[in-house]
């Protein structure tokens, strides 16, 4: 696990003094890291040989605990995403299982949860998950994920621990990216300029250089749109009226745009690092409602559109 050390630092010292949360909430755009970070985290609770003075986040990686919780085979790990089932929310059905789950002994003494894209939940299947909220069974933690925190509902919000994740910086990319892979400087700073600090992006971008010439267009195609009149904005949305995957991508793409932006600005230019965040975060808001089964993703993608 590269970056977000703050979080491993946070979650560490609740684990060491016997505070932590039976619910965690994390939240932040998509690629920056947060489903490596819960499985990690799940990774660490299930572990069968955790050593002293490592840190509460440690695991050993051979214990047959780990083996099984890193193939995403260990009974004690539950992930939850709708996305990968082909749905476009959680619906009761998926919440009723992870209930039947909860309410059954854990094989290793505890259980974890994993749910990806909590925001995009259903009213009904809300309300079945606010009870396994209130009223946790045996040793169970929620490691619960969404883009935008405010998106989630206030009644699970206010029931859990929030934690931030933010793009990363240059440095801390590049020496993760370095670490992983054996390529030349130049191309790490490129991936590094061109993923905006989300590692789910340059970790995908570093193994292709099709990709990676295909993203730098893009970009450029992009980057022109933002300085554009609002009836070339239009013209652009007109041609993806009907695809709302090429809508989900400038959303994705757009985002990485301005937090490379911010990262640059920081250094030479507070103002326009505060206009690329305020644009950044304001993407992020609409992309989360986009992905939700009944948003107008059509009206929420020129919306997004016209007011960069």
Known sequence: MIGHKRQQALLDLHM???AMSHAYLFSGARHVGKMTFA????????CEK??????MLFSCGTCRACVMTKAGSHPDMVVVDAEQSGETALHLEDIQRVRERAALSAYGGMCVFIIRDISRITREAANAFLKVLEEPRGRVVFLLLAGVADDVLPTIRSRVWH???WPMSEEILTVGIKKEYDVPSEQVAQVVRLSGGLPGVAFRLVTSLDEQKLLEKEHMCIRTLFDASIAKRMK???????N?????KWFTESIAILADRV???LSQNNHEAIVAADQCKMLMEHEEQFLKPYGVKRILFED???GM
């Open 304 to 306: 997004a559109l016209i």
């Open 263 to 265: 990262h640059v600005s």
């Open 16 to 18: 060491r003094s016997g």
């Open 236 to 242: 652009y949305a007109e041609k993806l009226r009907e």
């Open 244 to 248: 709302p995957e090429g809508m989900q």
């Open 50 to 55: 955790r050593e002293a003075g490592k840190g």
């Open 39 to 46: 499985k990690m985290v799940a990774v660490a609770l299930l």
């Open 163 to 165: 934690m931030r994740f």
